[in-house]
């Protein structure tokens, strides 16, 4: 029994050091190396300045933008705290809510049905897409608000679809921050 | 329901089975001693390991040796992720300057990842240092999986050895697992996931000015994540970097980096199962086995998929049917990248393998795909299951197969030449009896206490019932995901989940190794045309049966007043 816990101390230790401490800084080291934009989070910077990543959600509430899925994540878009809503199906709370948004939606929007992306909290809170529905919706309000012409609207969004990946994984997606970055430079 | 969405299912599919050979190939070569093309690297190291730590690698353990081994390096490896977690603050690594973690949370955490558990009390962004993460979470995340590897390993030597006392060296089957299997396959896949988008740091979360409000602030969270997420998912541990787990875009952020984290925690549970065909000399079995988990696991994703696709009945003027450009159905706690189809497999493959990784909120799934996913978790961690514990919870399946076809007949049963006799059975019943005892005693308790119990819901009626339950299957189980509204980062639950994580990995670990430890002890007897071959289809379909009734017997009451109710009332348009 002795020469058991004498191993196993010796064999954690020297284990924690390979695989705990070893492992993972090869790996920063490496990945520091060949991919450091991806290594660093994905940043994006305009003048000099980290405005967000292009991973992640943030949150957009003026007319004039693209609006990103609502967020769970803290108090919203809280990228130091990601999350789910975690309401049940049969939660009061949730159905009030997503049918409360849908038709303030509709009321903004008569005749549109609304995307369910756009009145359903993300798993993360920080998704940073939209599926192209819920894009081609908000065009309307964007191009009131810019007085841009909405048929050049939409061809952005269009020029924005990611389809899916290798034409087989996942769904189509638009990045909101990647078409508000491009919005702010169309002209009127 | 889309064709893409079944398509994904088939491609998944058609990779993880071409990798069941040469993976199972692999692993048995590694675990058998035999060399392999990583030797001229890793043989040095692999000796150096030995005596560092002082290991005899040629000494063969009986069953009570082994045992244990796995207590004391599951004991001496937690006591040292409670010290790191308590002394956070006084270490390097820690850019956010985080303190200690509070003795409870830190006691369930430890228990957590030394379980392959990854049950996670706690949002992980802001209470754990990175130091904490590297060597208090992520060494686990190798450890427990090499754990679960070797005492597979060791059941698969019991039933093939003849007349032994031993069954192999557990440091040995350890160090052979991290280096040729886990750790050069998570430095090639930490670098895929950061190819994808993952990030890999050490710097101090970033600052960033929104586009729309400059003046307001987003802090981003990031860190050593893909390294984390490698070994997290190869293993079958599941404990996220970020709370939201694999649906944060910072750990999964394409629908490809999806696909390679869902093959990942099947891979090695598939592979194991060819592993024990090719160690036992009857290749058939190992396919058999394969082919009983495959079909659990393919009615588990159509069921959840079917019931994720749908409109929810109580909300209107949404657009909730599947197109090429809005994938509809139920997306609260979904992503967009991912869709219903892809998250429905995610969700399916998690709860079979006890990985507990998630790309959705399984608290918001419906009330049938939730149902489906904890059942998953309730019939053992057995459709493929944990790395290594799949193989060993399932072949104590295949034990009580033999037996009822034996009863059936009137015969001693054997099994791949073994006489299974009353200490098997029983310690295999012991093994099978000590899982629902802990899920429906500690649910019943914290159930009917409002104080200690109640108090954490999220959600009430039915599903209320279904969080608590939820939580102590997956604690059992070693699966470790959630229905992540109940808060469980209370001192009761803490605590309880805690005891709960160990008794339902180590209490149950050690009738596995005394089954090998006797079968190892048995001559070997020819097959007679008595003998129940169990290398064909009638087996397979004898062994979807004794996992089916077995979890349907234990649970259905359960079962029958959380989810099933929630689906029935929630037809009849009632929301809590």
């Keep these: 029994m002795h020469s058991v816990w004498k191993t196993s101390i010796r064999y954690t230790l020297v284990t924690a050091v390979l695989l705990g401490l070893g492992y993972p800084l090869v790996v920063t080291g490496i990945a520091g190396v060949l991919l450091p934009h991806k290594a660093g989070g994905s940043l994006i910077l305009k003048d000099g300045q980290v405005i967000g990543s292009e991973l992640l959600a943030q949150s957009f509430t003026s007319d004039r933008y693209f609006h990103p899925r609502p967020s769970a994540a803290g108090s919203g878009y809280d990228a130091s705290a990601s999350g789910g809503s975690n309401l049940a199906q049969s939660s009061k709370t949730l159905v009030d809510r997503i049918q409360g948004s849908i038709d303030k939606l509709s009321a903004e929007n008569p005749g549109l049905p609304v995307p369910i992306d756009m009145v359903t909290t993300s798993a993360s809170g920080l998704d940073p897409d939209v599926t192209p529905d819920n894009a081609i919706f908000q065009a309307r309000r964007i191009s009131k608000a810019r007085g841009i012409d909405e048929d050049r609207i939409r061809k952005l969004v269009q020029q924005h679809v990611i389809s899916r990946q290798l034409g087989v994984l996942g769904e189509a997606r638009v990045n909101v921050l990647e078409l508000n970055l491009d919005l702010d430079k169309m002209t009127k | 329901m889309s064709a893409n969405g079944w398509l994904q299912f088939a491609l998944f599919s058609v990779i993880l089975l071409a990798s069941v050979r040469p993976v199972g190939i692999y692993l048995a070569r590694v675990l058998e001693g035999e060399r392999t093309w990583l030797d001229r690297v890793l043989h040095p190291i692999e000796r150096l390991i030995y005596k560092l730590s002082g290991v005899d690698s040629a000494h063969e353990m009986n069953w009570r040796e082994y045992a244990f081994a796995v207590l004391g390096f599951s004991a001496v490896s937690m006591v040292l992720t409670y010290a790191i977690e308590r002394l956070q603050q006084f270490l390097p690594f820690n850019p956010q300057g985080l303190a200690a973690v509070g003795p409870d949370l830190a006691w369930n955490t430890a228990a957590s990842f030394t379980t392959n558990t990854n049950w996670q009390s706690y949002v992980p962004e802001t209470t754990m240092s990175y130091f904490t993460q590297m060597v208090g979470l992520a060494y686990h995340n190798f450890g427990s999986a090499a754990v679960g590897i070797a005492v597979a390993v060791a059941l698969i030597r019991g039933i093939k050895r003849t007349t032994s006392t031993t069954i192999g ?23 895929l996931l950061v190819g994808q988008g993952v990030p890999q740091n050490l710097k101090a979360y970033t600052t960033a ?14 860190g050593p994540v893909a390294s984390q997420e490698a070994i997290k998912m190869l293993g079958t541990n599941g404990g996220g970097f970020f709370n939201a787990n694999s649906a944060h875009p910072f750990e999964n952020p394409t629908p490809l980096s999806n696909l390679l984290q869902m093959l990942s925690i099947f891979i090695i549970p598939a592979g194991l199962t060819y592993t024990l065909g090719r160690m036992t000399g009857s290749p058939g079995h190992g396919w058999a086995v394969l082919a009983a988990m495959f079909v659990l696991f393919t009615a588990g994703f159509a069921t959840v998929y079917w019931a994720e696709a749908h409109p929810h009945a109580l909300i209107h003027g949404a657009a909730q049917t599947a197109t090429l450009t809005a994938p509809g159905g139920n997306m609260e706690g979904k992503e967009v990248r991912n869709g219903i189809a892809a998250s429905s497999l995610f969700a399916t493959i998690t709860t079979d393998a006890s990985c507990g990784a998630v790309t959705s909120m399984h608290d918001s799934l419906t009330p049938l795909g939730g149902m489906v996913v904890l059942i998953n ?33 009137g015969r001693t049963p054997e099994y791949l030449g073994k006489k299974i006799e009353a200490y098997d059975v029983k310690m295999s019943m012991l093994y099978v009896l000590i899982f629902p005892l802990i899920i429906l005693a500690f649910t019943a308790v914290f159930v009917l206490s409002p104080t200690i119990g109640l108090s954490s819901l999220a959600n009430q009626g039915p599903h ?59 001559k070997s007897v020819p097959p007679s045309p008595g003998t129940f071959p169990v290398n064909t289809g009638l087996f397979a379909t004898l062994l979807v049966g004794v996992i089916v009734i077995l979890s349907a017997l234990t649970f259905f009451p359960a079962l029958s007043l959380g989810p099933i109710l929630e689906h029935l009332v929630l037809k009849a348009g009632q929301v809590f």
């Design chain 2, 169 to 191: 060296n557990f440091w040995v089957d350890m160090t052979r697992t991290f280096l040729y299997v886990l750790v050069p396959a998570s430095l090639v896949y930490a670098l």
């Design chain 2, 209 to 222: 000015h929104p586009l729309e409000q400059p003046k307001q602030t987003q802090t981003i969270a990031q």
């Design chain 2, 377 to 409: 978790i309730m019939m053992g961690e057995v459709v493929f299951g944990g790395v290594g514990s799949g193989l060993y919870g399932i072949l104590i399946m295949v034990v009580l197969a033999v037996f009822i076809a034996g009863l059936m007949v």
């Design chain 2, 464 to 522: 209320g019932l279904t969080e608590i339950l939820y939580a102590y299957t997956s604690g059992a189980g070693n699966n470790g995901s959630a229905f992540a509204g109940l808060n469980a980062n209370t001192w009761w639950y803490n605590v309880m989940l805690g005891w709960t994580m160990l008794a339902g990995r180590l209490l149950m670990m050690i009738p596995v190794l005394a089954l090998a430890g006797n079968l190892a002890s048995k």
